[in-house]
């Protein structure tokens, strides 16, 4: 069963304009972290934001904010006021543990597009 | 910054040809990892490694294998190179803990 998912393969928004990338997720565990990547056509990836899901407040840095609503199981990514840079892939992900260790499960996911 | 190096951008073998991919963090991270990038598909963890000489399966291993014989240093292993292995694969490193994963730059593998 996918643990990560992402229903929107591609998403357009204006420049200038706020937009939120959905993620779901599918988990047992009551400690888990949620993660968000964005990787640019260069194709690196990119760190964006992260959330725990102890935490009290939804995560914020920039202007990318995590609207986290844990009994709905989501994790949405919001741009606010988007730039031509911001066009890329971006990916939710689920740190989870496996045997001890810990590993992170990525969604498929969304590819972004900014237009001017 | 934490650096994550893989040794090849790109890569073309011939089908049944063992190959190796390296990969190497500066940052003395306990944790790495292989993932493999496709379209439509995302990433897929092959496999991962907390620490040196221990590993553990990821999702997809199948016709894969890993060293990891120094901290630094973690790498994937196709023991028999085949069509349907050809792919972006991605390494990544972390601290133990809820740390964020640092990415290589991928290494693009076509097997023909």
């Known amino acids: 069963a996918q643990k990560i998912t992402q229903t929107q393969p591609g998403m357009f928004v204006q420049e200038k304009e706020a937009v939120t990338l959905d993620c779901t997720y599918d988990t047992s565990d009551p400690s888990y972290g949620l993660f968000w990547y964005k990787q640019p056509s260069s194709g690196e990836m990119i760190f964006l934001i992260y959330?725990?899901?102890?935490?009290?407040q939804n995560a914020t840095e920039g202007r990318y904010s995590l609207n986290f609503q844990k009994a709905r199981k989501s994790a949405n990514l919001v741009i606010s006021a988007s730039q031509l840079g911001d066009s890329a892939m971006y990916f939710c992900a689920m740190r989870e543990t496996q045997g001890g260790s810990e590993k992170l499960v990525f969604g498929k996911g969304t590819k972004l597009t900014v237009n001017p | 910054d934490v650096k994550v190096t893989q040794s090849s951008r790109y890569l073309v073998k011939r089908t049944g040809e063992k190959v190796f991919l390296e990969c190497v963090q500066d940052?003395?991270?306990?944790?790495m990892f292989w993932y493999r990038q496709d379209p439509g598909l995302g990433l897929r963890l092959i496999y991962f490694s907390y620490d040196v000489k221990m590993k553990e399966k990821g999702d997809i291993p199948e016709g894969y294998s890993v060293s990891r014989e120094k901290k630094e240093r973690f790498s994937l292993i196709l023991e028999s190179a085949s069509t349907n292995q050809t792919s972006m694969y991605l390494c990544?490193?972390?601290?133990?803990?809820?740390?964020?994963?640092?990415f290589g730059n991928g290494t693009r593998l076509t097997v023909t």
């Open positions: 940052m003395d991270h306990e944790n």
């Open positions: 990544a490193s972390s601290l133990q803990g809820w740390s964020p994963l640092h």
């Open positions: 959330q725990g899901s102890y935490d009290q």
